[in-house]
Every structure is written in structure tokens, then in C-alpha cells.
């Protein structure tokens, strides 16, 4: 019998997007394939300086793996979903979207939270998402937001060395690389970003072997609650930097979905939450951004755009 040609898996080489990558070659091998892990390294990963929003935003992670890609180099790449821009001009396309892990967002804080019910303590927080700046902002308007780049370990590093209060971090980007115990507090109360805590394999266009293949990865309900979320940042025509936020998760045989936008200084916030039949889903993220749009929260991306 003629042997199988090994899958060739392209990851950037963090060690969370690492961690990722062999969780999907993991999964493919039980289905009874080979796979090989090939490193590419992404603008993103590289620069540490230029603050993300600064970066040209869209597909700072993702371009080198998609040359890669297109080039016949790796024949899928693992993403994380949230990176992933939701408009794609190229003939590549998401074959699968795994089991979503831990959507929250959590706050490390070296010395302790009891800083968070002093209101008259000037706390300072790093992050580099304007989504956890405004909503932080809303929530501890007295606050002060920096800026930190790099990866999880990078961003770890740097909370522990700074005199900051705090910093967040996607609770599934710790965990799996088991930096979980860092957490000092899950943010129950902040919208995650879209896709937050999923992945996403990417196949070429037309390539049906690699997508009969992939697409037995994907799992049903984390690919309907995404598309949700990505369909709503979509409308708000808002890209991965906006202050917007979106999250659905399925219970029973409903969907719920909870979405925010606000001004990057936090001071207005827009909310949609609605429960909808499953059935009824696929429409929700464009209704809820029409929802939004219609109360004025264009504005933001106006801001956004002139910032
Ligand atoms: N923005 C970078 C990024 N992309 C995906 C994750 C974590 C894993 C995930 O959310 O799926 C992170 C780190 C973070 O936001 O703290």
C-alpha cells in the first residue's frame, strides 16, 4: 500500500502557538496520520517594540505562515482563531475550528488583588488590546493602561520585572502551556475577544485531500459560536485592534451571545446580550451589530480610524 505522505503542520514558534500545533498533529495521528512540525516566524513575534495597534494590525501574526502556505512549504497552519483577520483576500480558507478551551480573559497580579476595591489607588495595568483597555477603563475608569508586547512567557517576564499592578492575559494562553497558576483572577465580567480561546486550521483553497482530512477536527459547536462572534467584529467593519468584544457559548439548545463596543478611554460602552434557539443562530453577530450600529456606535470605529 502506498504510504501516506506526511502532513506538513506550520506553527509560529511560541511556545503557546507550539503547544497548539501539537495538540492538532496530535489529534491528526489518531485519525492515523504522520505530521511534521515546521517553525515559521511571524512580523509580530519578531518586532517587541511597535505597539500592536501601531503594526498595521491585521495579519501581523499570520502573514509569514501564509506565505508559507501559499508557497507548498506547510500544508496546513495552526492559528489562533482571534488572530485570524475576518476578512482573507487569499485562497486560503479555515478548514476546522477545534474545541474551544478557556474563552475568559484573567488579570496576573504579583502582589495580590486587593488593590481592585481601593478606588482611590491609582492601579496600573499592562495590556496591549484596546478591547481589555476600554473594558478595564469602564469598569476602574481611575486606572492607568501601559503597553506590553511579546508572547505569554515574554509578557510573564515583564509583569514579574515591572512595579505594575497587573497585566491580562487570555486564561487559555496560560493554561496550556501550564502557566495557569499565574492567574490571580478570571475577569468573568469582560468580553473576550472574537474566537478567543479557539483554533483555527487553515488548508489551502481547492486542496480537497487536505480538507476531507482537517475537516473531521472540526467541533460543531465551537465553529457556530465563532462564526458568531467573527460575523458581528465583521459588521462593526472594527478589525482585531478595535475596543470590541464578543462571546457566545451554547447551553442546552440555546446560544448565547453577549457583545460590547466602546470608546478606547472606556467612558461609553455599547452592550447587545440576547438568547437565541440554536436554529436560529446563524444571523445573530450581523444582527447584533446592525443593533449596535443603529445606537451609535460607528462613532468608535470613526475614533479608531482617526486615532
Ligand atoms: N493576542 C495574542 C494571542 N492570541 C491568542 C492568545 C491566547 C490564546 C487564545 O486566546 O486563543 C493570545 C495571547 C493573549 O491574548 O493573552
Not at 477603563?137 to 509583569?159: D, F, S
Not at 475577569?187 to 483554533?199: H, T
Not at 481547492?206 to 476531507?212: F, T
Request: net charge negative; aromatic share 6%; hydrophobic share 40%.
Amino acid at each position: 500500500m502506498n504510504r501516506q505522505a506526511t502532513i506538513r503542520i506550520g506553527t509560529r514558534d511560541s511556545e503557546l502557538a507550539t503547544w497548539q500545533a501539537k495538540q492538532v498533529a496530535k489529534e491528526l495521528q489518531e485519525l492515523g496520520h504522520e505530521t511534521e512540525l515546521v517553525f515559521v516566524k511571524s512580523e509580530g513575534d519578531l518586532d517587541l517594540t511597535t505597539p500592536l495597534t501601531e503594526m498595521g494590525g491585521k495579519g501581523v501574526f499570520t502573514k509569514a505562515l501564509d506565505d508559507a502556505q501559499l508557497n507548498h512549504v506547510i500544508d496546513i497552519a495552526v492559528h489562533s482563531f482571534k488572530d485570524l483577520p475576518t476578512e482573507n483576500p487569499l485562497p486560503l480558507k479555515v478548514a476546522a475550528v477545534m474545541e474551544r478551551a478557556d474563552p475568559r480573559d484573567s488579570l496576573v497580579a504579583p502582589a495580590g488583588t486587593d488593590f481592585l476595591e481601593d478606588t482611590s489607588y491609582r492601579a496600573t495595568i499592562a495590556t496591549s488590546s484596546n478591547r481589555r483597555r476600554a473594558q478595564w477603563l469602564h469598569r476602574y475608569p481611575h486606572h492607568e493602561i501601559v503597553n506590553i508586547r511579546g508572547n505569554v512567557n515574554t509578557r510573564l517576564e515583564k509583569v514579574h520585572a515591572n512595579d505594575w499592578d497587573g497585566a491580562i492575559f487570555a486564561a487559555a494562553g496560560l493554561q496550556r502551556i501550564d502557566l495557569g497558576h499565574h492567574i490571580s483572577e478570571y475577569l468573568d465580567w469582560m468580553v473576550s475577544a472574537a474566537a478567543q480561546g479557539a483554533m483555527a486550521v487553515m488548508i489551502r483553497d481547492g486542496d480537497s485531500k487536505m480538507e476531507n482530512i482537517v475537516s473531521q477536527l472540526n467541533h460543531d459547536k465551537t465553529a457556530l459560536c465563532t462564526a458568531v462572534e467573527r460575523d458581528f467584529l465583521h459588521d462593526m467593519e472594527a478589525g482585531c485592534s478595535a475596543p470590541v468584544g464578543a462571546f457566545a457559548v451554547i447551553d442546552d439548545e440555546e446560544l448565547h451571545f453577549k457583545a460590547v463596543a466602546l470608546t478606547l478611554d472606556g467612558r461609553k460602552q455599547y452592550d447587545f446580550e440576547k438568547r437565541v434557539s440554536v436554529g436560529k443562530a446563524g444571523d445573530l453577530g450581523h444582527a447584533a451589530a446592525q443593533a449596535l450600529l443603529r445606537q451609535g456606535a460607528g462613532k468608535i470605529i470613526e475614533e479608531m480610524r482617526s486615532e
